[in-house]
């Protein structure tokens, strides 16, 4: 809908605003759930910037992967699309969960006490991506004429003059209550891991429920969306944590 502001004469893309807008308030976040398990500031800043590049490279990759057959068909429009913004989140978590462990494992910090203190912020980081696509367009919802349906403009990437369902909003506003949630259980939690777990699970079967309200193309597999698949995937992860089996992995790895 306003894929680009402009500031100073200058054209600047409103995604790009709300991302810097969304990882400023994760990392002022972040130095206030890192004092649960007394992490210092410098780790847990370090922690998440290794975590986003991690993050670029795992979403730009796995975008590459799922267009894997527009990128041989018709390769110029598929890397404008790439350099222009193109990504995949789950992509995205993969590559920051890799970037942040590598982090730990370089200081020989226990990785599960910084997840639990990362994930209210990447919720929160998330809940500002997401009014992002919003505005640029992209991930739009089903044709839906009904409560807070949208309609965008001529010349924008969703169809034109079509009422959609605002799934952006949508997991906006759920990723912003989330990220509330997320931040007592961390804050009453006695087990560490549980607060990852908890954001996989709730992350993981909402965005296998919105799926199915996208209307945007995106690859599928059988009876479901790669996004779907990923998301059965991320759900699975999380009920390990609530087994506490990643814990008593990293336990045995540290006696050994």
Known sequence: ??????????????????????????????????????ILTMDIVFFGLFGIIGGIIGAKALYLFVNLSDLIHDP?????????????????????VLGGYFYT?????????????????????????????????????????????????????????????????????????????LLLQLKNSRQPGHTTGLYLISYGIFRFLIEFLRGDPRGSFLWFSTSQWLSLLVIL??????????????KNWRKS
């Not at 306003?2 to 400023?24: A, K, M």
């Not at 169809?159 to 997991?171: D, H, I, K, W």
């Not at 506490?244 to 990293?250: A, G, H, T």
């Open 1 to 38: 809908m306003y894929p680009v502001i402009e500031i100073f004469n200058r054209p600047i893309p409103t995604f790009g605003i709300l991302f810097l807008i969304g990882v400023t308030a994760a990392f002022l976040l972040s130095t206030l759930t890192a004092r649960k398990y007394a």
């Open 105 to 181: 494992r370089i200081y020989n910090l226990n990785p599960i006490l910084f997840f639990d203190a990362a994930v209210p912020c990447l919720s929160l980081a998330q809940a500002f991506g997401r009014i992002g696509c919003f505005f640029n367009g992209c991930c739009y919802g089903i044709s839906y004429d009904g409560f807070c349906s949208v309609t965008y403009p001529k010349g924008a990437y969703p169809p034109s003059g079509v009422a959609l369902f605002p799934t952006q909003l949508s997991e906006s506003l759920f990723l912003f209550i989330l990220s509330g949630l």
């Open 237 to 250: 992860t999380g009920i390990l944590f609530f087994k506490n089996i990643p814990q008593k992995l990293y």
């Open 76 to 96: 110029l429009n598929t890397l404008i699309s790439f350099l222009s913004g193109g990504s995949v989140f789950f992509g995205g978590l993969l590559g920051g």
